[in-house]
């Protein structure tokens, strides 16, 4: 390919072959530098190798801009491209932690046929096998008895790789005098069984979603799928190690407060049943997680956020590449590609070498999963002065993308209120690389003027606040106002002031601080920029004063906390200390005036004792001997 170097801050190549031939100018490289990119990614090994045997102990990256760039119908233009692909390659991916899963081989091979005993027999010199037959399983007893065979059906399955647990009904042993069929003895319900791996031949309804590790299920009349399962669970004996995709702060969490529901974003999409309700948070178990991002991506706290980067790493990752981008040159707003590496990257490559290529305008970023896009980070891209997102799945993904299309139809929304396209963000599910050549080959929008430079803040929802409002800046037609759907992550609250008390439940039950008081005196606040519409303040307020209103108030955000409601403090009658509001002592007052026990004269004591503070009202009953339950007039 043809390589323009001035864009890139470079002077003419005056190499052709640094992979062998001269690979000298590469180990001159790590001599004279600390910090190295190289823009192959083919030969990466090769160069890591090189690299370790000079004891290089600086920084060494890799960027591909042939397939992504200069393979491509647009390679004379690509130049600014290939200075963001670069730029972004030079900064790294954050680290992350990873779960680590013991398993002693222990498996349960769940079967009705005569597949699940020969899938047995193939195991059994690596693996500990149990068999359980589905109930009228038609299987010719063994000669030998190496291995239990069982009879049972599966009630209830819960674990993972090293950690199953499953409750079986109909359970029973066979009968030893078993000649042409396999018999079994009396059954029983309710046993309980342990193992390291779920092997399912049944060809029924799958136990556990595909990703759940340490659960293999094959169609028991596949003989190409019964060999793949056959392979990969004869090695699952050791230990394994997962990456852990979610950081979790339960503190963050709007999910519930006292017992009332709040958010359930991440319970409603989370595909494998990795994410429970656990009191007024939620508990994401990482050995169950298969790493999908929805949870993270519609999270709208950031209490649960994706670690495969951080979510503000690629925020980092699109500053720098857009604004090398435009610095070499660039034009036209480009279009950010979010893509994975098995599926997405698998496509370019075949567009590059087969098709037409990306076009120069479209800028590829790998991810480690489609959904884990945001809309914190479609905001950032359009921003940073992208015209558009795409994000690259498959045509037939192994989870619903539930969360990334309401992802979409959110920004849709903002993006039309702000004069973008309304399908500036969109989802491109194809396994074509001819579809994706025409879905990409679209003239390209000049680059707009106006565009950004924030540094994306180190927290979620920071970044998705800084973000919406610098997207609002830089947009062809900047608002203050935008009306959103219901499940939005941004809005406001209505207060029925009539029905509102002041007793501030709904403020001790508001999980991020939206809502809050005055300690000098009865008041309610709102600041609208923290509101997650979780509306736990609506379940809460026992007069039902509150409504949300899911909106964008970019006004409102910049505005200091807004005053809902306020009144004058009662005085107590005896010390003048304020407690209470005014309005509320006289409301009890007058609802107890007809009561027997504070009607007339001789309920006067007690009605005064409710014009007290609690200090006061103790200290006259206790001290003065007062008895408030004493029979009027006994």
């Known amino acids: 390919m043809n390589i323009d170097a001035q864009p890139l801050g470079g002077q003419a190549p005056s190499v052709h072959h640094l992979c062998r031939s001269q690979l000298d100018h590469f180990r001159k490289a790590l001599g004279d530098f600390a910090e190295v990119t190289v823009a192959c990614t083919q030969e990466a090994p090769l160069f890591t190798e090189v690299a370790e045997d000079m004891g290089f102990d600086g920084t060494l990256h890799f960027a591909n801009i042939r397939e992504t760039a200069g393979w491509s119908q647009d390679a004379d233009a690509a130049a600014p491209k290939m200075a963001a692909l670069l730029a972004m390659a030079e900064l790294a991916a954050t680290p992350f932690d990873v779960v680590s899963l013991d398993s002693n081989g222990i498996a349960l091979i769940l079967g009705q046929d005569q597949t699940a005993l020969d899938v047995a027999q193939s195991l059994s010199d690596t693996l500990d096998i149990t068999v359980l037959l589905t109930p009228g399983a038609d299987v010719t007893p063994r000669a030998q008895t190496t291995w239990p065979v069982l009879q049972g059906r599966i009630r209830r399955a819960s674990g993972h790789l090293g950690a199953f647990e499953l409750t ?268 994706l050549d025409a879905a990409l080959w679209q003239k390209a929008s000049p680059a707009r003027t106006a565009r950004s430079g924030f540094l994306p803040p180190d927290d979620k929802r920071g970044l998705l606040l800084l973000a919406m409002e610098e997207m609002n800046r830089t947009a062809p037609t900047p608002t203050d106002f935008i009306p959103l759907q219901q499940g939005a992550p941004f809005g406001s609250v209505t207060l029925d002031l009539d029905a509102c008390t002041l007793c501030l439940a709904c403020v001790g039950a508001c999980p991020t601080g939206a809502l809050s008081d005055n300690p000098d005196m009865p008041m309610l606040r709102f600041t609208e920029s923290a509101c997650v519409q979780c509306s736990i303040c609506v379940a809460t307020c026992p007069e039902d004063a509150l409504s949300i209103v899911p909106q964008i108030d970019l006004a409102a955000w910049a505005a200091p906390r807004r005053v809902l409601k306020q009144e004058e403090p009662f005085a107590c009658t005896s010390c003048a200390k304020p407690f209470g509001t005014k309005s509320s002592i006289e409301r009890v007052m007058q609802k107890l005036e007809s009561h027997w026990m504070f009607a007339g004269n001789e309920g006067a004591d007690r009605r005064r004792l409710l014009t007290m503070c609690d200090d006061c009202r103790t200290r006259e009953v206790v001290i003065a001997g007062f008895d408030p339950h004493e029979k009027v007039g006994g």
């Open 168 to 435: 079986v009904d109909d359970y029973a042993a066979p009968l030893p005098s078993s000649r042409t069929r396999l018999e079994f003895d009396a059954a029983r319900n309710g046993a309980v069984s342990t193992c390291d791996l779920v092997i399912d031949l049944t060809g029924g309804q799958a136990l556990f979603h595909e990703t759940r590790p340490g659960y293999f299920r094959a169609d028991p009349r596949d003989p190409v799928a019964i060999a793949k399962l056959v392979t990969q669970a004869s090695q699952m004996v050791g230990t394994f190690d997962k990456p852990k995709y979610i950081n979790f702060t339960p503190d963050l969490c709007a999910h519930s407060r006292n017992t009332l529901s709040g958010c359930t974003r991440c319970l409603n999409l989370c595909p494998t049943g990795a994410i429970t309700s656990l009191g007024d948070t939620v508990s994401i178990d990482p050995a169950i997680c298969a790493g999908c991002g929805q949870c993270a991506a519609a999270c709208p706290t950031g209490a649960a956020a994706y670690a495969l980067p951080v979510t503000e790493n690629i925020a980092a990752r699109l500053r720098v590449g857009l604004s090398a981008y435009f610095d070499a040159g660039g034009t036209d707003a480009p279009i950010l590609l979010f893509h994975d590496a098995d599926h997405g990257a698998a496509l370019i490559d075949a567009s590059a070498r087969f098709g037409r290529g990306l076009p120069a305008h479209v800028i590829p970023l790998q991810i480690n999963e489609p959904t884990q896009i945001g809309p914190e980070i479609m905001a950032a891209a359009l921003a940073y002065g992208a015209s558009g997102v795409r994000v690259l799945a498959k045509a037939r993904p192994a989870h619903p993308l539930d969360g990334l299309q309401d992802t979409l139809d959110l920004m849709a929304v903002i993006c039309v209120e702000t004069g973008h396209d309304a399908g500036a963000c969109a989802l491109l599910a194809l396994d074509d690389p001819d579809a």
